[in-house]
């Protein structure tokens, strides 16, 4: 299960979709797929909305704006099957809320006999609830559809750090961590229920920068890449 956020749509812009970016995560995707992956991915859409902010600056209510701003994960969703199906890679889209003309419903078992198939499911609309995000929702789809590992990508920072890395150059990667790592403070790996649901079941999660070239395959193929949080921090399971 690959999340991405919608920042890593947008790229260095401030809202919409970065084309080049959009490329660049296509090209990781099809290259993982070609390598024999089954792939899904749960989209976000910050990018686009991001209800507390719409609930802030528009004085909307807290649901109506979350709302918004699942329906914005909506749009990336169809952004990137467009872009995936030009380079050749068959894709389903299904949303967690019901937008038949252009996605299918969420089904659990349809959504695995598409990746048994070869098709990248893309899911939309995070959890189909407010007050939810998109990393709770890769957590709860990843771990509905029995994914392997949680892959999540990041835009230009390519792991956990021991400290803020844009403001310290001396900050060092931190390789491996546990799920009580991410309730801290000073990580933002994910929200604290995404973590919590994956630390429940032990799903295993790679953070990891989804602009550098071949990370998604060389993640697949077994490599040490970014930062991966587990079980027990001292555990070589891994
Ligand atoms: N959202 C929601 N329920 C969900 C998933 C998302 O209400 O299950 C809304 C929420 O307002 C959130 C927005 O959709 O701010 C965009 O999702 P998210 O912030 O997770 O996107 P990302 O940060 O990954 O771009």
């Known amino acids: 299960m690959l999340k991405l ?9 401030d809202y919409g979709i970065d084309p080049e970016s959009l490329r660049a995560i296509v090209n990781q995707v099809q290259e993982a797929v070609r ?12 990018n686009i909305f991001r209800g507390s902010q719409v609930a802030e600056e528009l004085g909307i209510e807290s649901a109506t704006a979350d709302y918004m701003s699942m329906l914005g994960t909506v749009i990336n969703a169809l952004a990137l099957q467009a872009a995936l199906e030009e380079q050749g890679v068959p ?32 899911f939309a609309a995070g959890t189909g609830n407010p007050f939810f995000t998109t990393d709770t929702g890769s957590a709860l789809r990843a771990l509905e559809i029995g994914a392997d590992a949680l892959l999540m990508a990041k835009n ?14 001396d ?20 929200d604290d229920t995404a973590a919590t649901l994956c630390s429940g079941q032990n799903l295993p999660i790679i953070v990891f920068d989804i602009l550098r070239e071949g ?24």
């Open 215 to 238: 990370n998604v395959r060389r993640i697949l193929a077994g490599e040490k890449i970014g930062s991966l949080v587990w079980r027990s921090a001292s555990s070589d399971e891994a």
């Open 156 to 169: 230009r920072v390519d792991g956990v750090y021991d400290r803020d890395p844009r403001r310290h150059p």
């Open 91 to 122: 894709t389903r889209v299904q949303s967690a809320m019901e937008i038949q003309e252009v996605a299918e419903p969420y089904i659990r078992r349809r959504a695995m006999r598409h990746l048994e198939k070869g098709r990248v499911v893309i």
């Open 5 to 13: 956020s919608g920042e890593s749509m947008a790229g260095e812009r």
């Open 35 to 46: 390598a024999g992956a089954e792939l899904a991915i749960v989209i976000g859409g910050g």
């Open 171 to 190: 900050a060092k990667i931190v390789p491996r961590l546990n799920y009580m790592d991410l309730l801290s403070d000073d990580i933002s790996v994910m």
